[in-house]
């Protein structure tokens, strides 16, 4: 294993030296798209050539070892490096399997900040309040992440919640966890409206997408339609007398972004710009989510909004995830933020999979 190991890594740190004189060149410095993403790729290595070093290390400490059994007589330092060599070779078993986890390709979108949007599904005004919990969930669990959240764009369920909302995540590896989240929620509950006490199945779609940055989309005014109007919801009298939202029309793929977050017209076009061409590079990221879901799983396809990833069964106090089968009865804390344990459950089981299917 060490030897096979060992020659992926020597492969890492040949593109890790390679990446390293590219970053200095000027022509690539000049290339703002090519440089940004030379720079993450180095900055991604970075961890596997640390383990690399201290795996080279403890690899040479193993052979020394053995060389003093095979060669020491003084039987004192032949049972000191019998010690020492049970030591070392259980440490190299656990630098090996986090060393495999390393060598596994990562997306490069998990680093981006994420776009979230949460629809109202089946069930009514219910659906509408469970698309309000789920929002709520999210924003504690971003809170608790040091993320910072921005609503885009919201419809207010005529009973509370939201018809549908959409909002910014920003803050270090956002997608890479959030991603998890796309799929139908369904929640089981006695709605506060049901006289009878009769449990309802109501539901709501999420869809997570890496934000585009800036130099990946170059979005060319002429295929932009820009409509004002007034705003509507809560916001004090301006709200309903100046035209600050802000519709932008993307003409040749016909996506359709609205903002009225801000009093300000500029600030709700810049965030319509950026959900825009967020939106038109997805287009082109659905069919690497398409591939990937087929074969994993633990994502689904932002496309795929039929797909039920999650049951909140309210009189059980459950929170099941189909894609893993884990059930957790801490209903009321996961729906408080604390969802970090089924995102780390459903890591783990991508990461048994990735590592099967490399063969690593």
Known sequence: MAGNLLEKLEGVKARFDE????ITDPDVINDMKRYVKLNKEYKALGPIIEAYWKYKNVISNIESAREILAEEKDEELREMARTELDELNRKVEEMEEEIRLLLLPVDPEDDKNAIVEIRAGTGGDEASIFAGDLFRMYSKFCEMSRWKTEVTH???????????VVFKVSGEGVYGVMKYESGVHRVQRV??????????TSAASVAVLPEAEEFEIDLKNEDIRRDTYCASGPGGQSVNTTYSAV??????????????????????YDKALQELRTRIYNLEYQKYLDEISSKRKT???????????RTYNYQQGRVTDHRINLTLYNLNSILDGNIQEVIEKLQMAENAERLKAQNL
């Open 19 to 22: 990446v390293g004189k590219l």
């Open 154 to 164: 919201s419809n207010p369920g005529t009973a509370g919640g939201f018809k549908e």
């Open 247 to 268: 519709r932008l029309t993307h003409i040749p793929t016909g996506i359709v972004v609205t903002c009225q977050d801000q009093k300000s017209q500029l600030k709700n």
């Open 191 to 200: 709605p506060q409206t049901e006289t009878q006490g009769r449990v309802h």
């Open 299 to 309: 994502m689904v396809s932002t496309g795929d909004r039929s797909a039920k990833i």
